[in-house]
């Protein structure tokens, strides 16, 4: 298949590229979009020939459910068949946002879209290209992430042409994303509400509206095969570059310090080491290494795109440095921690 890339200016949206996507959508095709996340991988919500598309082109195994995209708040009484008090205080806040909530779903959302669950994922994104391709595509938009399934989410349209070129429609380039993680994924079906994926929108401010939460033990962990998989996606290994990567976490000088230990080691291995720094005046002394920020906003921003630029490099192995759990932290370490193969604690 011959994709189409088209560059959208998203200071000056002009409507007839964005109605081009839009008619692909309704046709049954596939579009990739920019959201304030990462960028989408979208397809009509009600047409399941055009869902089923997504799985394809993705390789995503057909038990990990999407989330529905909306572009105006009402289209959730559509999808949901209950929607408590909570979430209508979150959509009040959050929306448009990187928030995304599970409720019960209602008759017009389909299996192939729920992995078969009674539950429907939703969200208003908060990016003016993918809230007026929604709009002119006249349907609710399922979108995952624009990804081959298992690597790094794309922050850049260069990183959705890395992985689906050939397999999709279109490929709207509207620059790079501006959170770089995924939206936060909130179950309010269970009392108290679930989070069952950290992202955009920080644990702190979800408490303050809600009051209690609850955290899916995955969150925090590497994948436990054992516990009863709630969120389907989240019992793969994800976000991973081609690199193996190790996790060190700890007080900093004590990671500082097992990194350069094992620099060294897997050196002498003859192996091509990068490292993964949050600290500018880092003195690690071999390696590729790149600062990715300091604090969580850019460490977030940074995090899947240095994934994709240290695999271009064809190093071997990524050494990292946790962050903390505080803020944007917790999405940031989920994502290393599913990304790792080896998580060192010290
Ligand atoms: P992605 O499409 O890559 O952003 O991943 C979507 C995430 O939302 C995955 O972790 C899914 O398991 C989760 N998700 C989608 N729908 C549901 C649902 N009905 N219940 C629980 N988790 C869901
Ligand atoms: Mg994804």
Redesign the pocket.
């Known amino acids: 298949m011959k994709t189409k890339i088209i560059k959208i200016n998203p200071e000056k949206l002009e409507i007839s590229k964005v109605k081009i996507a839009a008619e692909t959508l309704r046709k049954g095709g596939l579009v990739a979009f920019p959201t304030e996340t990462?960028y989408g991988l979208g397809a009509d919500a009600l047409n399941s020939e055009a869902i089923k598309k997504i799985f394809e082109a993705?390789g995503?195994p057909i038990d990990?459910p999407l989330i529905v995209h909306i572009a105006d708040k009402k289209e959730v009484y559509r999808l949901a068949r209950e929607v408590p008090r909570e979430a209508e205080k979150l959509i009040n806040k959050f929306w448009p946002g990187p928030l995304t909530i599970i409720l019960k779903k209602s008759n017009i959302v389909s299996d192939i879209i729920t992995a078969g669950l009674d539950s429907v994922a939703i969200r208003m994104p908060n990016n003016k290209i993918a809230l007026t391709l929604i709009k002119k595509s006249k349907v609710p938009i399922v979108a995952?992430?624009a990804?081959l399934?298992g690597k790094p989410?794309p922050t850049m349209a260069e990183h959705v042409i890395q992985d689906l070129y050939g397999k999709i429609e279109i490929i709207i380039d509207g620059g790079e994303t501006d959170i770089g993680v995924?939206s936060t994924v909130l179950d309010l079906t269970t009392n108290p509400p679930t989070l069952l994926r950290p992202g955009g929108v920080d644990l702190e401010k979800l408490k303050k509206v809600l009051g209690k939460i609850k955290i899916y033990p995955m969150v925090k962990g590497k994948q436990i095969k054992k516990i009863a998989v709630k969120s389907p996606?989240m019992k793969y290994r994800?976000?991973a570059p081609n690199a193996k990567v190790i996790l060190v976490e700890g007080k900093y000088e004590r990671v500082k310090n097992k990194i350069q230990e094992l620099t060294d080691k897997y050196k002498k291995k003859g192996k091509k080491i990068a490292i993964m720094t949050t600290n500018k005046n880092y003195n690690y002394k071999t390696g590729v290494i790149k600062f990715i920020g300091k604090d969580c906003d850019v460490i977030a921003k940074n995090l899947f795109k240095t994934f994709r630029e240290f695999d271009k490099e064809k190093v071997d192995l990524i050494i990292a440095e946790g962050v903390s759990d505080n803020g944007l932290g917790l999405a940031v370490m989920n994502r290393l921690r599913k990304a790792s193969y080896k998580i060192i604690c010290i």
């Open positions: 990462v993705k995503r990990n995952p992430s990804n399934s989410s995924e996606g994800h976000y």
